[in-house]
């Protein structure tokens, strides 16, 4: 005798040993013998032989039509041995019945199991729905297969060619192309990303990285669409300066301008002056809205995305030849550069007299031209006060840090015409950088101190212990070595210096702030502004280490000479692009190697290098202060 019984929720069929009554002993067709419940035994049978009754049941059950079969059904929940009398017309076999229980069994979207051997028909419109979305999921994974075959083929289909960046950053997983995306990807041995790059999804490893970033930060896209903006019409005094700007040369929104005038007691009284967009930006209106959403503008290599649309950049920035609101910040400084008291700050006009700039001036502007009054410079007297202004200025924060700061690090600029890149080294203390930084921090104390002053709310950076946070409440820089830093300079390209402006312009006009320091916007701007300031910079520094690595492919050689900062770790001459020195000895800083790339990869910005020659140490910069690497560097 043998039995068909349930267990785990599917079929066996073995021989009988024993029958307790309610329990039995069976031997399974592999030779293996357990114990089975009575009430789990659907069928007994003596024919065929357990080990072929399962395989021919389940072939009687494949010729089983389901729809009639659904239709022949009872409504009510009913026994499979049951129906199946009525289904066969007649008394059934065993082996009729188990291939109707198996039928039954697997067919949940027809029949709902209600226990063992007991089903209960689905619903007409349950049924159709679920028919329905089967037929779907058939479809679909057509559509998924045909896309992969096409893909792995080295065909690009349509659908996913207008959405390959949506699939590809933020896809819906259940969707016909992600499913076809990662299906390709698996018969093309390749990552999706770099198989829709060779597929032409996107144009280039560049616009691969851009389309990343946008996606996830920009959504929507990087333009403002249609802006109402009214700039101020309110009556402001005249400053008598003549005030003029130092930037890069790919600046096109000038924040802030300096100018000098003589005193009669010999000495001079120094202006920074910033542009005014919270003049026509309100707390909350639609423009500071789309200012907050964005925080910053982002700068890359070739890229800039805008805080500000075109038309409010265009109404305040400070450009040259034209007459401009200004917030002032005026500094009495002594002949000797040792006093540097602040004067006033006030809202006004000027006149931007000159857009100096700096990458086109770094070459005439040195040192001893600055120290020669017989110089011809742009401005060359306001930059001979300037710049031991500088000077005082940095020993006096020194002084405060209790040690000097790094002399003679190197900056680059970088210049990108379509894919090829030009780079350009240039000190990072060259004369007419200092002195804007020093003029920028001279400023940003100087207004803190006076919301400070006036218990008004503002966004400060402190640094204690070697952490930098934004706070709003003063604390000390101790990096930059003054009482209080307040980012109020660049009102055009971070939404932190258009709130400080704001709440400035609210102590000067004596009104109330639109911040209060306990106000809980207020920590949200923060909390915001330091998530998307990072991921902006993060984005940067990727950008560039990118654009280091088409330098090199731009070049024949593929030997390069690099600098060592510390340790295994050194920077090429010629580009920020940093490389562990994996096949040297530890070396000291400013050692000078020659390095072999032996694999650069665009798309994941990742290079290959070992050590070819270890040059002299006579070879080596003697300046360990211009091989400062920075805190993470990924090679």
């Not at 000038?254 to 100018?259: A, Q």
Request: charged share 25%; with cysteine.
């Amino acid at each position: 005798m043998h039995i068909l019984f349930e267990e785990d929720g599917g079929f066996k069929a073995g021989t009988v040993l024993s029958d307790a009554g309610t329990s039995l002993q069976i031997e399974l067709p592999s030779g293996k013998r357990i114990k089975v419940k009575a009430s789990h035994v659907m069928l007994r049978f003596a024919e065929p032989a357990a080990g072929e009754f399962l395989q021919r049941a389940q072939a009687d059950a494949e010729e089983i039509e389901l729809d009639f079969l659904w239709e022949c059904a009872p409504q009510q929940e009913f026994g499979f041995d049951a129906l199946a009398g009525e289904y066969y017309g007649r008394e059934p076999t065993p082996l009729e019945s188990a291939a109707l229980l198996l039928r039954l069994h697997g067919a949940p979207v027809y029949f709902y199991r209600k226990g063992r051997g007991r089903y209960r028909p689905a619903q007409p419109e349950t049924l159709r729905a679920a028919l329905a979305a089967i037929e779907r999921r058939r479809q679909q994974q057509l559509a998924v297969e045909a896309y992969a075959e096409a893909m792995a083929g080295g065909e690009l289909p349509d659908a996913m060619r207008t959405n390959a960046a949506q699939v590809l950053f933020a896809p819906d997983k259940n969707g016909v192309e992600y499913k076809a995306l990662v299906r390709a990807a698996e018969l093309a041995q390749q990552p999706p990303e770099r198989l829709l790059l060779g597929l032409g999804a996107f144009e280039s490893p560049r616009a691969l990285h851009v389309a990343r970033f946008r996606h996830e930060h920009f959504p929507r896209g990087t333009e403002f669409g249609p802006i109402e903006f009214e700039p101020s019409d309110r009556e402001l005094p005249a400053a008598d300066v003549v005030a003029f700007s130092i930037d890069d040369s790919t600046t096109t929104e000038i924040d802030d301008c300096l100018s000098v005038s003589p005193r009669p007691d010999g000495g001079w009284r120094v202006g920074v002056h910033i542009a005014v967009p919270a003049l026509a930006i309100r707390h909350d209106d639609p423009l500071d809205r789309l200012a907050r959403g964005r925080m910053s503008t982002v700068y890359a290599p070739g890229e800039k995305i805008t805080m500000l649309p075109a038309q409010a950049l265009a109404a305040f920035s400070l450009d040259e030849g034209r007459e401009l609101p200004a917030l002032s910040y005026y500094v009495d400084v002594s002949p000797d550069f040792e006093s540097v008291r602040p004067h006033l700050s006030r809202l006004e006009r000027i006149r931007v007299a000159t857009n100096l700039r700096h990458d086109l001036l770094d070459d005439l502007e040195t040192e001893a031209a600055l120290e020669d009054p017989g110089a011809q410079l742009p401005h060359g007297d306001a930059l001979r006060v300037l710049w031991p202004l500088a000077q005082a200025c940095t020993r006096a924060r020194e002084r405060v840090r209790g040690r000097p700061e790094l002399r003679n690090r190197t900056d680059f600029t970088f210049y990108v015409d379509g894919e090829t890149v030009r780079i350009r080294e240039r000190r990072r203390d060259a004369p007419l950088d200092r002195i804007v930084a020093e003029m920028m921090i001279l400023a940003n104390s100087g207004w803190g101190r006076l919301l400070g002053d006036h218990a008004t709310a503002g966004i400060y950076r402190g640094q204690q212990l070697g952490r930098v946070k934004m706070t709003p409440y003063p604390q000390p820089h101790a990096g930059l070595g003054v009482e209080q830093y307040a980012w109020c300079t660049s009102p055009l390209r971070r939404y932190v210096d258009l709130v400080n402006q704001r709440q400035i312009l609210a102590v000067l006009d004596g009104e109330p702030p639109a911040l209060a320091a306990n106000d809980a916007d207020l920590f949200s701007i923060i909390s915001a502004f330091d998530a998307k300031h990072t991921a902006y910079l993060e984005y940067q520094a990727r950008m560039e280490r990118f654009w280091c690595l088409r330098w090199l492919a731009q070049h024949s050689s593929t030997r390069f000479e690099a600098v060592v900062l510390r340790e295994d770790l050194a920077r090429l001459l010629g580009c920020p692009l940093y490389v562990r020195l994996l096949s040297a000895p530890p070396l000291e800083p400013g050692r000078r190697v020659i390095i072999d790339v032996i694999e650069r990869d665009e798309v994941s910005i990742t290079i290959g290098t070992r050590v070819h020659e270890v040059l002299p140490a006579s070879a080596s910069l003697a300046d360990d202060g211009a091989f400062e690497a920075p805190d993470e560097v990924s090679a």
